[in-house]
């Protein structure tokens, strides 16, 4: 099992809301796991990375993406987008529903033809687990009709979530609710499109009273994606739901302003999640899930650990993940990242709560290196790690 060794670590942030940052100064991985904090000994290890003192962050968590085919994305026409992500810092992903496969009439969509697509979409990221990326695909768009086996099927093809996009709730509650219910009992979570239509123009608009009675596992960007919710409405599904509530990169800034500051008020920021939503009308947002801890630190009064614990340790528990926080037995899933030159900030937290993006040298996923040494998509930033030695795994970096 290969060891790692990340030494000279400035900062280190955990994903855990409880404690956002610890004295870390250095990390063992073994394997596929974070192993123990500050060994003793940093003797035996096939790679070590002097950190030069940067930050270790949590891999981050986007909760909300479309994707239809691999690294192809319909909506903007553009290929290599996951990869992409990657170099901004995002090393896992949860599909929010796969609907933009090119000629899909949402008009005529039935149970089976949901089903299968959501197998398809999810058959189509074998390639991205192989470069590390953790892309869960399979989300179906819920449809009326749908039995057991529908959801069956759907767990079968490794699914994390199904969607209320769609879908007509006046027709029959009970039916919806026996959906929430179905996708539970297999470990799938529910997740459903709020706020007014999206750029399709039949998504069904979703505010307090829809989601008061669905009870579903998480509310979709209630920031509006991107007509957010009415104010009272925003105001009533924080203070009298409990269950997660999620704000994307293609909301209303206004609304997720209030949203958040509502959350803090009611020491409520457990409840918060974070997703891009793209690719979609809003574009394609590499660098999308750090823009969205930039505005929580620098906009919403949130601390950097807090903002990042928000985009890591809070968005994976809400979808039953492993991932986001750093602990001994977590997945070694990390980024090194610091202060780009010229950024008010001298560390990474300065310059996260000033709103300024870091720099990205390394990103880790399951203790392999899927980027080394520079991001594609940051500026490179002003300290500068080195692998001093280097075991199998680092040898085959991107
Ligand atoms: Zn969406």
């Not at 003797?43 to 192809?72: N, S, Y």
């Not at 969509?109 to 074998?126: I, K, N, Y």
């Not at 997945?331 to 001298?346: F, I, N, Q």
């Amino acid at each position: 099992m290969e060891r790692v060794l990340i030494h000279n670590i400035g900062e280190f942030y955990t994903g855990d809301l409880a404690e956002p940052m610890k004295p870390v100064r250095s990390l063992a991985i073994e394997g596929t796991r974070i192993a123990e904090f500050d060994p003793v000994s940093h003797e035996g290890f096939d790679t070590v990375i002097d950190a030069d003192g940067c930050a270790v962050v949590p891999g981050l968590i986007d909760g909300h993406v479309h994707p239809v085919a691999g690294e192809w994305t319909p909506t903007q026409d553009a290929i290599g987008w996951v990869g992409n992500y990657l170099h901004g810092g995002t090393t896992t992903m949860l599909s929010a529903g796969e609907l933009h496969m090119p000629g899909l009439d949402y008009g005529r969509l039935t149970p089976d033809l949901v089903t299968s697509l959501a197998e398809v979409t999810a058959s189509t990221f074998g390639s991205q687990r192989a470069s590390g990326v953790k892309l869960h695909a399979g989300t179906a768009l819920l449809v009326p009709g749908m039995t057991e086996a529908h959801f069956d099927r759907l767990a079968a093809a490794g699914a994390k979530l199904v969607k209320f996009l769609f879908y007509p709730f006046a027709l029959d509650p009970d039916e919806a609710r026996r959906y929430v219910r179905w996708a539970r009992e297999r470990g799938l979570r529910s997740k459903v499109h709020t706020g007014g239509v999206s750029r399709s123009g039949v998504s069904q608009i979703c505010g307090f009273e829809i989601l008061s009675w669905l009870q579903p596992d998480i509310a979709a960007h209630i920031s509006g994606g991107p007509i957010p919710m009415c104010d009272e409405d925003l105001d009533r599904v924080i203070d009298e739901t409990e269950f997660p509530l999620e704000i994307c990169s293609s909301g209303n800034y206004a609304s997720g302003h209030r949203a958040v500051r509502r959350l803090v008020a009611r020491g409520r920021l457990d409840r918060l999640t974070l997703g891009s939503d793209t690719p979609g009308g809003t574009g394609i947002i590499p660098r999308g899930a750090w823009r969205n801890v930039l505005f929580l630190a620098s906009m919403c009064g949130l601390s950097p650990g807090e903002a990042i614990a928000v985009a890591t340790g809070n968005t994976g528990r809400a979808h039953g993940l492993q991932e986001g926080i750093l602990a001994p037995g977590r997945p070694a899933d990390l980024a090194l990242c610091g202060p780009v030159e010229g950024s008010a900030g001298r560390s990474l937290g300065d310059a996260v709560a000033h709103g300024d993006l870091p720099g990205i040298t390394h990103v880790l996923i399951d203790g392999r290196a899927v980027v080394s040494g520079r991001s594609r998509q940051t500026p490179p930033p002003r300290l500068r790690p080195v692998v001093a030695c280097c075991g199998p795994n680092f040898r085959t970096a991107l």
